[in-house]
């Protein structure tokens, strides 16, 4: 049971490039969510998906994409990346939005030189 | 946007020790959450807490939702080794849509 799926696990870009983090959840969740975490500053929010089709922006979205591909994928498109995006990034999923229940993927370390 | 502080930031306790730490927001939150994050890992939920005064307990940790809807407690009684990790409070409002999470709470456990 493999839960969410994150990838890749670790990512060093240089400044400008762009890239795509993958996510991927085998527990037919309706939301999914994108969240970075810096030291001091706990989780915040980039982007979310109520469900399958619909995205919408969190706390801290400005330099990401997102796309909903279908219910089990949810990814995030840096598209000029900068040294301010060095962050450890994580993907989460629940049964409905809201759900107290959010279970998270194991993290990619990005770093933007 | 919302913010949740959680304090102390650090804590480096003995093995055996009770530990208390806890989350202070300025907007009402109608549902708190506890989740614990292991080195390397993503945060795994601990308690889930859905009424004002409600004290819940999983094991050896027991949690609070403060009467002001505004904060939260959360306890570790006789700590231990494995304990070791970043505790995150986390509040969902009204509109129940998205979590926001606390700064976390770094845990080092001495033997």
């Known amino acids: 049971n493999a839960g969410v799926t994150q990838t890749p696990k670790f990512q060093v870009l240089k400044t400008g490039q762009s890239m795509t983090l993958q996510c991927a959840q085998d527990m037919n969740h309706n939301s999914m969510y994108w969240y970075r975490q810096d030291p001091g500053m706990g989780l915040r929010l980039i982007y979310y998906s109520a469900s399958e089709g619909t995205t919408d922006k969190g706390e801290v979205p400005n330099g990401y994409n997102v796309s909903r591909l279908n219910k089990r994928e949810f990814s995030l498109r840096l598209e000029s990346a900068a040294p301010s995006q060095t962050s450890v990034y994580f993907c989460a999923s629940s049964e409905v939005q809201g759900s107290t229940e959010a279970f998270f993927g194991q993290g990619t370390r990005l770093t933007v030189v | 946007g919302q913010q949740l502080n959680q304090s102390p930031q650090s804590m480096f306790i003995q093995e055996g020790e009770d530990v208390s730490m806890n989350c202070t927001s300025s907007?009402?939150?109608?549902?708190w959450l506890w989740y614990k994050q292991d080195p390397g890992e993503g945060p795994v939920l601990l308690i889930a807490?859905?009424?004002?005064?409600e004290l819940t307990s999983n094991g050896r940790l027991t949690a609070q939702f403060g009467i002001t809807r505004k904060d939260s407690f959360l306890n570790i009684s006789a700590s231990i080794p494995s304990d070791v990790g970043i505790y995150f409070c986390?509040?969902?409002?009204?509109?129940?849509?998205?979590?926001?999470f606390g700064t976390g709470t770094q845990l080092k456990v001495e033997l």
């Open positions: 807490l859905y009424k004002a005064g």
């Open positions: 907007s009402i939150f109608n549902t």
């Open positions: 986390a509040g969902i409002t009204g509109g129940g849509n998205k979590l926001t």
